[in-house]
């Protein structure tokens, strides 16, 4: 990928994930509930989880801008708000900060406590803010943490699709989930968050102009687009037309997962084997037009070191012919001379 295309993919993300904050708390300013939870029987996202969201796609437009000290207190902001959070759910207490802003609607869906936000929205919060804050100097660190979050907020995400509560809600009723929306602007803001220099982390392959690079990004689109069609044909024919069980559903999502995860491992493969193929070629290719060419020099120098002999033999018979011509000289004179010295 093109360091223009990653700026302008960070740029959008960062003021999308902003826009998903201010927008959830307009929501809550206006009591729009659909700006909240997107449907009245799914979990809304709390205040302090759009405000935390508002901050961090601050922050990671301020770092893309070089804004440094602005970056690091947006990051500060939303890792207090995820260590506090966290810290209740831990210890029990009550900090007041779950409707320090705003009163939760009564009665929401999944809220343990009104106002708090779930579990793993307040983990990925500090990992997110201790991520950003050590993205300059220990970069390979902050992308595992970034990966980690990435594949939280996708395992809620296809809780949402799968019907499994599991997946966006762990514990008991003392647990609150995670909202649909919040899973989704999770997976968006650390992608973007490993997408920052990722030359230096562990993405550097994936980014790569080269054809390991291209490949990859192929195979992972695909491989995400088929496992997540594939399991929402399974738990619609299993769920939504009784045609078999969980159990079996589980089973059979395992194993259609694995044959077209291998199959896009084999095009993938298929697909390097022919690039190198090709280069090899091509090298081929190159190697004999070289050989050639050193003929053809040999040929022109062989030419040369005849023409150079030639040259050298008719230099020498005309060496031969001037020695020849000035004796000849010299002798005519000699005969004058007798010749004079004769009629004196």
Known sequence: MKKSVIEKIILVFSIVTMAV????ILG???DVSI???LSPNLVSMKMNTAVAFLFLGAAVLFLEK???AASLASSLVVFLIGSLTFLEYLFGWNLGIDELLIKDAPGAVLTAVPGRMAIMT???FILLGLTLLGIRRYKKASDILSMAVLYNGFLAFLGYLQGVVEFYKIGG????AMALHTSIAFMAVSSVILLFEADRGILRIFVSQRNGGKMLRRALFWTVLIVVAISQLIHYLGASLNYFGREFEGAFFTIVTVFFSSFVLFVVAQN?????MKKIEIEASAKKEEKEYRKKLELERDKLKKLATDLEARNKDLQEINAFTAEREQKMNELKEEIIRLKS
């Open 173 to 176: 009723t003392q647990i609150t």
């Open 122 to 124: 307040a983990i990925n």
């Open 28 to 30: 809550w300013i206006f």
């Open 21 to 24: 904050g201010g927008i959830v």
């Open 272 to 276: 390097l084997d022919t690039e190198e």
């Open 35 to 37: 700006f909240r939870s």
């Open 66 to 68: 070089g804004r440094k």
